[in-house]
């Protein structure tokens, strides 16, 4: 007798213009089961969810659920058939309250008009009852990122969903509150409620995972019991080789001092940052969320102006006004939300590319494509 899932996307491809994102990829997901999906940025994780989540459309496979074929067109689809996702880009219209972005959808209606009281009750019970509090009323575009994705959460919450999809959960999450988002899987998989859940931290895997599929340049790897693997394993069908070869040693450190920041402060998030970064090294910067950590980059890199400290560069003192200042002196910085304050999301790769040099193509206001393009 044939094994049963609760979902089961066969053989999917999906192409963009150029790339072939998902290649031929097979999934399935039983009940109950929380399904680890593996691989790098870029892999096709996302993308696969995206088509299960009625996001987009495949050029070839089919998606089952309980045994039977359905057609997934749209979110509402996905909804219809008890499958909810928590975006890692999230989905959430910044002009609407919290409350709105939760229940936008599936408002609780009577004779037509909207009953929010009732909704707001449930909101505020689930948000209690798993850790993820929030203000009902406050805008979008007026909270947090870690706080975005808290409504996320509650938005697939709301909907009772019975197959549920994590890209990346805890990326955002404080520690004690990844720990309340692991309590609650599990509760929901004594449940009987199946999760697919895309995470890089593989101690994340080991902990709350059962089995793990592992996608490389778009392509299906092997599907494995999670518990019953290996590290270095996990890793090699990630990456494709060894995990020795994977991690080289680095060499490049020299002893020359380019950066050092000396109790470097910003009169609100920044509390007297120091640290120094050597030629040709990598140096990590680590806390929770709202430690400081982007602000403390943003100052270094003109967005923000430093109120007390110092910082030199080359031992050279340096207080960048702007980022172009910063830019100018040899500086880039990528954000933490690259689509909100990276990218012009309308215009196109080779715009986004260039727009930060754009002297260099021009000659008495004339622009040189040419240039550009080489």
């Known amino acids: 007798m044939a094994e049963d899932f609760v979902i089961e996307m066969l053989h999917i491809t999906k192409e963009f213009p150029g790339i072939k994102a998902n290649d031929d990829i097979t999934l399935q997901l039983r009940k109950g089961e929380v399904h680890a999906l593996l691989g790098e940025n870029g892999a096709g994780k996302s993308t696969l969810m995206s ?3 009625g996001l987009y459309q495949p050029e070839e496979g089919k998606i089952l659920k309980n045994g039977k074929e359905v057609a997934i067109r749209n979110p509402n689809d996905a909804n219809a058939l008890g499958i909810g996702m928590v975006h890692q880009h999230f989905k959430l219209v910044e002009c609407f309250s919290v409350l709105d972005n939760i229940i936008l959808g599936v408002e609780p209606n009577k004779l037509g008009f909207l009953q929010k009281a ?6 505020m019970a689930l948000s209690e009852k798993y850790g993820l509090r929030v203000d009902p009323d406050a805008l979008i575009s007026d909270i947090s990122v870690g706080m975005q994705q808290r409504v996320e959460i509650l938005k697939m919450l709301y909907r009772d969903n019975e197959i549920l999809i994590f890209d990346e959960p805890t990326a955002l999450l404080e520690n004690e509150k990844v720990e309340v988002l692991f309590r609650f899987i599990k509760e929901l998989k004594e449940n009987g409620v199946s999760i697919i859940y895309i995470s890089h931290r593989l101690n994340e895997l080991y902990e709350i995972t059962d089995r793990t599929t592992i996608l490389r340049d778009g392509e299906y790897i092997g ?3 999670t518990k019953e693997t290996d590290r270095d394993k996990l890793i090699a069908m990630m990456v494709g080789r060894d995990l ?14 380019v950066l050092e920041v000396k109790d470097l402060a910003d009169g609100d998030r920044v509390k007297r940052a120091s640290f120094d970064v050597k030629k040709g090294e990598i140096l990590g910067v680590a806390g929770l969320v709202g430690a400081g950590r982007s602000e403390t980059m943003e ?5 923000t102006h430093k109120k007390s400290g110092t910082i030199l560069y080359k031992g050279k003192e ?5 980022p172009n200042e910063a830019m100018a002196a040899g500086f880039g910085l990528v954000p933490e939300d690259r689509k909100k304050e990276g990218l012009f999301l309308q215009s196109g790769v080779r715009f986004n590319t260039t727009i930060n040099v754009i002297p260099r193509f021009l000659k008495k206001l004339v622009w040189n494509r040419a240039k550009e393009d080489e």
């Open 299 to 303: 100052c270094l890199f003109g967005i």
């Open 244 to 257: 020795a070869s994977y991690y080289t040693k680095n060499d490049h450190v020299q002893d020359e001092v």
């Open 223 to 225: 599907t494995v019991v």
């Open 318 to 322: 340096v207080a960048f006004k702007t």
């Open 118 to 123: 009732e909704a707001r009750k449930k909101v």
């Open 51 to 53: 088509v299960l989540f």
